[in-house]
């Protein structure tokens, strides 16, 4: 049964243009990489370091570090705006933020100018969530 997973893998190896023995070097989307390696780590040991979130005090892959591990109770409407749950990590933030702005962009909605002005308005309030929340995770201010 082995022999039919490692013919599996050097198949999907292959397809994604790859041979080498990283198993994902076929993406090149550093939080998809990071969330695979959490979790081959997960599946191997049992527990995760924690390198992958901000949120447990880590370096992410950005580079810059949190120094507090506790999210403002003011940042809590902005993860609403965001319709994540509250603390979620800054790659889910940033997920979320693209989601939203991929669904409600103004220029979607060029055809109607109620839904427009209605979009345009759920955009800036997106944006500005976003901003406040990036502040804490990247620089530790507590936006007023």
């Given at each position: ?18 041979s080498s023995a990283d198993p ?121």
């Amino acid at each position: 049964m082995d022999k039919i997973f490692d013919r599996l893998t050097d198949l999907l190896r292959s397809m994604g243009g790859s041979s080498s023995a990283d198993p994902f070097s076929y993406t090149s989307d550093e939080d998809l990489r990071d969330a695979f390696e959490e979790l081959e780590d997960y599946m191997q040991t049992g527990s995760t370091s924690g390198t992958g979130t901000r949120f447990r005090g880590s370096s992410a892959s950005d580079g810059h570090a949190r120094t507090s591990t506790a999210v403002p109770e003011s940042l809590r409407k902005d993860f609403a705006n965001l319709d994540i749950p509250f603390g979620a990590s800054i790659e889910q933030v940033r997920a979320a933020h693209r989601k939203l702005m991929v669904s409600y962009h103004p220029d979607r909605h060029t055809a109607d100018p109620d839904k427009q002005r209605i979009a345009t308005e759920i955009t800036q309030r997106v944006n500005n969530s976003f901003q406040r929340i990036r502040q804490f995770y990247e620089r530790g201010e507590i936006p007023s």
